[in-house]
């Protein structure tokens, strides 16, 4: 049988343990230089030999990110950095330059190559010329349909793998190759530094009233005729998974290094049961509304299938402001103990009498249970936690685990 894989995203160490608490086969991260998310945390060299040893030890994955689009001065350094990563037993290292992928080859000749979805494969002929370049894995363009990449999978050499995004925010450029960034604030979305300036509201004039001196200006707003024009809905194809093996898909990957932890935990849980569904009994996988309802509890656009189904979500741009139905409460940081307490870390405000939900890849997932008593660290009783990261002795009547997550349903 094939090994599938939930490949979640790790901006920092934090979200790294988060996403192999909740059920990631892999986590892709970067170093310092030359990954795609300069403005996450990322891991220092020593911390990437660090994580790669604590996700073997689990049994797991790690793939490092190398997927600037490399200019002359990138290059200073880089070969050593190969050199270092296939030392420490990295998994794989995800590039989009072919300048890079070659200097990988020479210097660090055993250390596989994913090639980036910055890359743009989207054809047969351009997966095939990566593969024989030396890319044991392809990581498909984002503006594919499921056929399209049916065909690539027939095109391939058996031992080639295909890894697609299935969750989080796409961009409005193909496969992320976007100059935005770079023309309004001189930030290289290619290099790492993108703004996100997709996310910005914008005014439209007209030029004859402009020419004659017209200040008028129209803003690009959302409604129920219109959406802004530059901003991408979400991905989310958890309901078709099974659409994607059937196309040759075995790693799934969610986007989000720049997410919260919260956002990593829910996700990669709700992905990771609906895997385990299809693979128990493939004959009986539905399209289970739940899933989707699971996934708004964090922090989203309006979502969308994007490419996969060819024209029948064919509307991908959206309000560029997230939405969630729950609120991120408290980290829970140890196992519930014999009088029925668990410490706990706030993350928001919340009060004696709430409901909280457990988010957890246990049995206790989506129980509730109501406030009754919490104390901070000198024993006294809180009935209010207003202190952010304040570290409290939460009573509950379920088995909390290091890891787990606790959450509230906003009001409306």
């Given amino acids: 049988m094939k090994k599938y894989e939930i490949l979640a995203p790790a901006g920092d160490i934090e979200k790294l343990k988060t996403a192999f608490y909740f059920g990631a086969d892999a986590c892709y991260f970067a170093g310092k230089k030359w990954g795609l998310r300069a403005f996450s945390e990322n891991f220092a060299d020593d911390e990437l030999k660090q994580y790669i040893e604590y996700a073997h030890s689990l049994g797991r994955k790690a793939y490092i990110t190398v997927n600037i689009q490399a200019h002359n001065s ?7 950095y190969f050199v270092y990563l296939e030392k420490i037993g990295a998994d794989a290292v995800i590039i989009s330059d072919a300048g890079v992928m070659s200097l990988c080859r020479e210097v660090a000749p055993n250390l596989p190559i994913h090639l ?8 047969k002929y ?11 894995r392809i990581i498909l363009a984002r503006e594919l349909s ?9 095109f391939l050499p058996d031992e080639v793998e295909l890894e697609a995004f299935v969750h989080g925010a796409m961009c409005i450029s193909y496969s992320g190759r976007c100059l935005l960034s770079n023309y309004l604030t001189g930030r290289d979305s290619n290099r790492g530094a993108c703004v996100q300036a997709c996310r910005w509201e914008y005014y439209i004039t007209e030029k004859s009233r402009a020419d004659k001196g017209s200040e008028e200006k129209y803003q690009i707003q959302q409604d129920e005729r219109s959406t802004y024009i530059l901003n991408s809905k979400d991905l989310c194809m958890v309901n078709y998974l099974d659409k994607l093996i059937d196309a040759g898909v075995i790693s799934f990957k969610i986007e989000g290094r720049m997410k919260s932890p919260y956002y990593v935990a829910n996700v990669v849980n709700t992905y990771r049961r609906a895997l385990d569904d299809l693979l128990r009994d493939p004959q009986h996988f539905v399209r289970d509304p739940n899933r989707i309802v699971e996934l708004e509890k964090c922090s989203h656009r ?10 029948g979500d064919a509307e991908y741009s959206g309000s560029s402001l997230p939405i969630s139905t729950y609120d991120y409460i408290a980290s829970v940081l140890s196992k519930t103990d014999g009088q029925g307490f668990a410490e706990i870390e706030m993350r928001n405000r919340f009060k004696v009498g709430d409901t909280l939900e457990i988010l957890s890849p246990t049995d206790t997932f989506n129980k509730t249970f109501v406030v009754e008593e919490m104390y901070n660290d000198e024993g006294i009783r809180v009935d209010d936690a207003l202190l952010v990261q304040q570290k409290l002795r939460l009573k509950c009547p379920f088995n909390l685990n290091p890891g787990d997550i606790l959450r509230k349903k906003k009001e409306n």
Avoid at 74 to 80: R, S, V
Avoid at 146 to 154: A, G, L, N, S
């Fill in 126 to 136: 351009a997966a095939k010329f990566w593969a024989d370049a030396g890319a044991k």
């Fill in 302 to 311: 309006r979502f969308t299938t994007g490419f996969f189904l060819g024209e």
């Fill in 146 to 154: 499921i056929e399209e990449i049916k065909e690539i999978r027939e």
């Fill in 116 to 123: 980036s979805t910055q890359a743009c494969a989207s054809n």
């Fill in 74 to 80: 990138d290059f200073e350094g880089l070969g050593d």
